[in-house]
């Protein structure tokens, strides 16, 4: 019994270290392309140290099998911040971090096809987290990539955002004339996302403006009824 343990134990522990070596690996591809981006297009231009600064720096997205996007930061002190995602339309869930002074960062977004499902890794200098898509967002996505649209926040020119706003940093949108085959992939998809058909998206916050922003769709929903 207590040999089992230690193998079951010995296990995890290794499992753990190829986890935290892959962040590793992720985070250390992220700095390294903080040097190369600035010696290429320039440093950020920070205007107001007190609003968000997203610029669009990078896309590989010729492939629907490997797509990545880099974004270029400048992240306001003194505040929590989120960065939500969704997948199919619904919110899937978010990640908190917070920020005590200001600073440059970059985002980085990676849309992988591993087999039959569809991994993303969403990085910033400080942490990073996967989500699946799963088979049928893989499948969707590699049936009808073409059509499909990236809207990708600061891709024009850079944007400077208040603190109370909540930046779009990422939408990838399928087109109406593809609502079955999206409804299929996606069943359980929020069913007062019916103008908005959405493969993925990455939104970028205060804790604050998440709060307010829930609280009138509450409103609305009460108003409604």
Excluded at 99 to 106: A, E, I, T, V, Y
Aim: charged fraction near 25%.
């Amino acid at each position: 019994m207590k040999k089992t343990l230690r193998m079951i134990g010995c296990v995890i522990i290794i499992l753990m270290l190829v986890w935290l070596l892959r962040d590793h690996l992720e985070l250390s591809e992220l700095k390294s392309d903080i040097v190369r981006l600035e010696s290429s297009v320039g440093v950020l231009d920070v205007v107001d140290p007190s609003r968000l600064h997203i610029k669009f720096s990078e896309v590989d997205a010729a492939s629907p099998d490997d797509v990545k996007l880099i974004w270029r930061l400048w992240i306001p002190g003194g505040e929590n911040w989120r960065l939500t995602h969704g997948i199919g339309g619904s919110r899937s869930g978010y990640s908190g971090f917070s920020s005590s002074d200001g600073r440059p960062q970059l985002l980085s977004v990676r849309m992988i096809r591993e087999d039959s499902d569809c991994v993303i890794h969403v990085v910033t200098v400080g942490s990073t987290f996967p989500m699946n898509g799963g088979k049928n967002m893989a499948s969707f996505v590699t049936a009808h990539w073409d059509s499909l649209v990236l809207e990708i926040a600061g891709k024009e020119s850079q944007l400077d955002m208040s603190s109370d706003q909540i930046t779009d940093v990422l939408r990838i949108g399928a087109p109406k004339s593809l609502r079955d085959e999206f409804q299929k992939a996606f069943p359980n998809r929020r069913s007062d996302d019916d103008a908005a058909l959405t493969v993925f998206q990455l939104r970028l916050g205060t804790e604050q403006s998440f709060v307010n922003e829930e609280a009138e769709l509450a409103e609305a929903k009460a108003g409604n009824q």
